[in-house]
C-alpha cells in the first residue's frame, strides 16, 4: 500500500483473516495496529491484541463484547481509562491525541454491517450514488450515501429491503427509555434514544447520545424540544450552529426564537435579526402575553400577519382588532378563527375577505370531520396539533426508529417540520410501549377493540373496591354555582 489514501479502514468485514496475516500487517504497518486489534476482537486472537500493546480503545471493546470474546473486551473495561482512538463516522484513527471515553453506542460492530452487491452488478447510470432505489437484471438495490456509518466505504449499496436507517431498540433494552443510562451503553442501536431524548427536551441525554449526523426524525424531534423545554432551547441557543449542518441549524434555530417568545423574552429580536430565523408559529405550546405580541409586530412589521393568528388563538382581540388596517385577510386567518369559541374573529375575516376579494376556500363541516388535518393549509393551524397515530389504540410490536417514505405523499414533509406526522406517530406509538406493562407489552395488536372487549363492556361494570371521592369537587361546584 504505497500511501494512507489507499489504506482500507475496515480489514475485518466480510471474512476475517488468520492470525498471523495481521501479525504480517502489523509489522509492515504499524499505523494500522489499532484496525487489526478491531479485527482481533472480532476473530478473538486475544494474544496477537495483546503483542500489539494498544491503548484501551472503546471501539475494540464494543467490537469484542458484540462478537463474544470476553477475554479482549475485559482487557480493555477493566482500565480505569479507556480512550476513543478509532471513529466509525469519519474512518479515522486518531493516534496523537485521543480523547477518554466510555462505550456509548458509536461503534459500527460486525453484527450490524448488511450485505453488499459487487460494484460491477450496478448498471452504468447507476454509478453515480444516491439514496433512490435503483434495479438491475431484476435485482433491487439502494444506496445510503448519508448514512452516518460508512466503514464498508461503499455507501451501503444493498439489497433494497434492508435498509440501515431503520433501526430497533431490543426489548431488553427498552428500560433505558426511562432509565438513568448506565457508563458504559449496551449493544444497542441507539437512534430511538437519541430520537427521545431531543423529543423530551432532555440536554444531558441528547448531548451523550447524539451522533455527528441527525438520524431519522430527530431533526423534527430536536425542534418540537426546544418548542416545549425552555432549558433546553437555552441550551441550544449556545451551541446550535457547531451541533447541525447549516440547513439543520436555520431550523433549530426558529424553534429556539419560537420557545423564547413564548416566554416573553424578545431580547434577541431587533431590525438586524434575519427574518429566515424566525419562526411562523410561536403560540404553542404556549400564548405570549399580548404586550410582548404588540411589541413584536412594532419591532417586526413583517411578522404582523403571524401575530393576528397568535391574537386569535390566544383570544385577544384588542390587538386583532388593532392590526386590521395593516394585514390583508387571509386564508389562515379564517382557518384559525374558525376555530374560535368568540365568532368575531371569522366574522371579521369573512367581512374583509369580501371586501377585498379574497376567496376562502372550504367550509368549517370540512375542517371538523374525522382525518381532517389534511385539510389545513399549514400544518400548524390545525387544532389537534399532536394526532394519535390510529383511530384505535394500538401496542405496537417494538420501538423502532424509521425514516419518512419519500414516495408517500402524506409523509412528503419538508425536513425541521415541527408537526411531522411520521414522528408524531412514532413517538405516540413509544409512549404505549414505554406505559404499559411488561406483559401487556408482549400482546401487540389492538387494545380494547377486540369483539370480546364489546361485549365484555355490555355486562355490569367491576365494582372498585377502594371508590375515589369526588365530593370536594361538588362542593366547588356549588360554590361557585351559588355566586351572585
Known amino acids: ?6 489504506k482500507p479502514y475496515c480489514i475485518w468485514y466480510p471474512d476475517v483473516a488468520s492470525e498471523e496475516t495481521y501479525r504480517e500487517l502489523a509489522r509492515r504497518y504499524p499505523d494500522m495496529r489499532y484496525q ?24 475494540i471493546a464494543e467490537e469484542a463484547r458484540d462478537n463474544g470474546h470476553t477475554a479482549i473486551y475485559e482487557a480493555i473495561v477493566s482500565q480505569d481509562t479507556r480512550y476513543a482512538v478509532m471513529n466509525d463516522y469519519t474512518r479515522t484513527v486518531n493516534l ?31 454509478q453515480k450514488i444516491s439514496q433512490r432505489p435503483f434495479f438491475y437484471e431484476g435485482i433491487s438495490l439502494q444506496s445510503y450515501e448519508e448514512h452516518y ?13 434492508s435498509d440501515p436507517q431503520r433501526t430497533r431498540l431490543e426489548d431488553e433494552f427498552v428500560d433505558l427509555l426511562w432509565n438513568l ?3 458504559d451503553l449496551p ?28 438520524v431519522p426524525n430527530e431533526l423534527s424531534a430536536v425542534i418540537r424540544g426546544a418548542h416545549h423545554h425552555t432549558p433546553f432551547a437555552r441550551w441550544l441557543d449556545a451551541c446550535l450552529d457547531d451541533t447541525f449542518d447549516k440547513d439543520e441549524a436555520l431550523y433549530v434555530r426558529q424553534a429556539v426564537h419560537a420557545r423564547f417568545i413564548m416566554n416573553n423574552d424578545l431580547s434577541r429580536i431587533n431590525t438586524e435579526t434575519d427574518g429566515d430565523e424566525l419562526p411562523a408559529i410561536f403560540w404553542w405550546p404556549h400564548i405570549p402575553h399580548e404586550n410582548t405580541l404588540r411589541e413584536f409586530a412594532w419591532r417586526r412589521p413583517d411578522f404582523k400577519h403571524q401575530v393576528t393568528l397568535a391574537c386569535i388563538v390566544g383570544h385577544y382581540q384588542e390587538l386583532f382588532d388593532e392590526l386590521q388596517s395593516e394585514v390583508k385577510p387571509s386564508q389562515w386567518q379564517w382557518e384559525v378563527a374558525c376555530q374560535s369559541t368568540n365568532p368575531h374573529y371569522c366574522e371579521t375575516v369573512e367581512r374583509r375577505a369580501a371586501e377585498e376579494k379574497v376567496r376562502l376556500f372550504h367550509g368549517p363541516k370540512s375542517f371538523n370531520r374525522p382525518g381532517a388535518e389534511g385539510c389545513w393549509s399549514r400544518s400548524y ?26 414516495h408517500w405523499e402524506l409523509w412528503d414533509i419538508p425536513p425541521g417540520d415541527l408537526l411531522n406526522n411520521g414522528m408524531q406517530w412514532h413517538l405516540a406509538k413509544w409512549a ?10 408482549r400482546q401487540s395488536g389492538l387494545l380494547y377493540s377486540s369483539d370480546d372487549d364489546f361485549e365484555r363492556r355490555k355486562t355490569p361494570a367491576p365494582e372498585p373496591k377502594l371508590r375515589k371521592d369526588f365530593s370536594s369537587l361538588d362542593d366547588l361546584d356549588y360554590q361557585y354555582n351559588d355566586r351572585p
Open 1 to 6: 500500500m504505497p500511501n494512507a489514501s489507499v
Open 36 to 59: 487489526i486489534g478491531r479485527a482481533c476482537a472480532v476473530a478473538g486472537y486475544a494474544t496477537l491484541h495483546k503483542e500489539l500493546r494498544l491503548l484501551p480503545d472503546i471501539s
Open 96 to 126: 496523537e491525541s485521543p480523547r477518554p471515553g466510555f462505550l456509548n453506542g458509536d461503534t459500527a460492530v460486525r453484527s450490524t454491517l448488511s450485505g453488499t452487491r459487487p460494484a460491477h452488478e450496478l448498471s452504468p447510470e447507476s
Open 149 to 161: 456509518f460508512d466503514i464498508q466505504e461503499d455507501a451501503h449499496i444493498n439489497y433494497f429491503e
Open 181 to 183: 443510562l448506565p457508563r
Open 187 to 214: 449493544t444497542i442501536n441507539k437512534d430511538a434514544l437519541i430520537v427521545a431524548a431531543a423529543w423530551d427536551g432532555n440536554a444531558d441525554r441528547y448531548q451523550r447520545l447524539r451522533r455527528p449526523k441527525t
Open 381 to 406: 393551524l390545525r387544532p389537534n396539533k399532536e394526532p394519535s397515530y390510529s383511530e384505535r389504540a394500538v401496542m405496537p410490536k417494538g420501538i423502532y426508529n424509521e425514516p419518512d417514505e419519500p
Open 432 to 441: 404505549t410501549h414505554i406505559s404499559a406493562t411488561d406483559d401487556t407489552r
